[in-house]
């Protein structure tokens, strides 16, 4: 049982925590190494966590989610990705990248015929903003939107979409205008089973292998005006805003990781016995211990800081970078030091620390790499110093 919450937790906090606590270690994380090997997506534990109210968190009750706030988001997401990083990431997707621009941006209208579904966890989404050629430069897309009688027609292929098998619905950005760049950007709400949709490719990857990264392909997938997200060339605006928002989703997925490395260290080293005794009672064990949980817990204040700002709705832009690069280096440091603590066990698939390895270091990656985090940390450091 996880103690290391805020001492400002409230009862309803606690009584979330608890819940989500259980299903996490009793149902989720004795089927990860199973669903780290297959590759098999984890159909039940996501309709369960539908049930539960962890698909649409901080969405409004009206809407179908659970009105939660997202320090409640971030501890949840903690919860579950310390069980199963691929679970993790399922879940912040549909949370950070789907219910929430579509509750910041969308029409009443596009709220209920969208969110609501979404949020209850009836149906699930997908972020295409990626392509071939523009990762960390989404300004550069390629994908074109073409306006036509009643709405618009896409055509070309986004790359590394998290959920993008499964996905009924795809918040998609395309350009209306090439020749315009960064403010040709338009965002739209794509049907996946549109015609014209399909997932042209799936990634064989090193982590979190029981969620689907896809490459989606758009053949002229005719989109319905009242499917345009916010206005024509609003798009960069909605999805930087939007992963703003995700950074915090993933800065609490590599928490999970890390912590689930952390706590297997721990356990280790207190029943292996080296030189007549457990290698717990060893310094140079206790220093590594010592330092990932002092890592870890800074990167966690980070991440309940950068929770707390957007709760309280102030810019928490730079907070949510700091706490996504804090956050993903920790775990993937963390994860290495846990192998190796566990020495030549560490480095077999018997330990669940091998498995944290590889998942962390997507964190490191995905919805901004660091290096793009410190991009956006120094720009905001500099923006503050010339007022
Ligand atoms: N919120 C709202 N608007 C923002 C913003 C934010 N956080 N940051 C910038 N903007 C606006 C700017 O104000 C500017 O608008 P104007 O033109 O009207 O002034 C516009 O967006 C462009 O801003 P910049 O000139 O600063 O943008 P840039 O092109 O120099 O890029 C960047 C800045 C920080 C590098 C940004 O492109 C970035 O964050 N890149 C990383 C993208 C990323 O995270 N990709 C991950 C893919 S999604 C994924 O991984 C999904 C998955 O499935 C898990």
């Not at 297959?38 to 409004?60: C, D, N, R, Y």
């Not at 209306?176 to 709400?189: C, E, L, Q, Y």
């Amino acid at each position: 049982m996880y103690n290391g919450w805020p001492v400002e937790t409230d009862e309803d906090k606690k009584m979330l925590m608890d819940q989500v606590g259980a299903f996490a270690r009793e149902v989720v994380a004795p089927a990860a190494k199973h669903h780290d090997e297959t590759g098999e997506f984890p159909t039940s534990h996501i309709k369960q966590m539908a049930e539960m109210g962890l698909m649409g968190m901080m969405v409004a009750e009206e809407f179908g989610g659970a009105g939660l706030d997202v320090v409640s988001y971030a501890m949840c997401m903690e919860e579950i990705s310390a069980a199963c990083a691929s679970t993790g990431v399922i879940m912040s997707v549909n949370n950070s990248l789907v219910c929430w621009p579509l509750d910041a941006y969308g029409t009443a209208e596009q709220k209920k015929k969208w969110l609501t579904p979404l949020a209850r966890g009836e149906k699930l989404g997908c972020f295409a903003l990626s392509e071939p050629s523009a990762g960390s430069d989404p300004g550069g897309l390629k994908l074109t939107a073409t306006k036509v009688d009643g709405g618009y027609k896409l055509r070309g292929s986004k790359n590394w979409i998290t959920n993008g098998k499964e996905a009924d619905v795809a918040i998609v950005f395309a350009t209306v205008d090439p020749a315009k760049g960064n403010k040709g950007v338009t965002a739209f709400i794509v049907d996946t089973k549109s015609k014209g949709f399909s997932v042209s490719k799936l990634e064989d990857k090193l982590g979190i292998t029981a969620s689907s990264t896809a490459q989606l392909f758009f053949d002229d997938v005719l989109v319905p005006a009242d499917c345009l997200l916010g206005a024509e060339g609003q798009g960069l605006k909605i999805a930087l805003s939007t992963l703003d928002g995700g950074r915090i989703g993933i800065a609490s997925q590599a928490l999970g990781i890390g912590r689930c490395a952390l706590e297997a260290s721990k356990k280790f080293a207190s029943e292996r016995e080296q030189f007549g005794g457990p290698i717990s009672k060893l310094q140079a064990i206790q220093f590594h211990i010592a330092d990932m949980a002092t890592r870890m817990q800074s990167a966690r204040l980070l991440t309940w800081n950068a929770a707390r700002l957007k709760d309280a709705g102030v810019n928490y832009s730079k907070e949510a970078a700091m706490a996504k690069l804090a956050a993903s280096e920790a775990a993937m440091w963390t994860a290495t030091k846990a192998i190796q603590v566990h020495g030549g066990y560490g480095y077999t698939k018997e330990y669940v620390v091998e498995r944290n390895f590889r998942d962390a270091k997507i964190t490191e990656i995905y919805e901004g790499t660091s290096e793009i985090q410190r991009i956006v940390i120094a720009a905001k450091e500099f923006s503050e110093l010339t007022k």
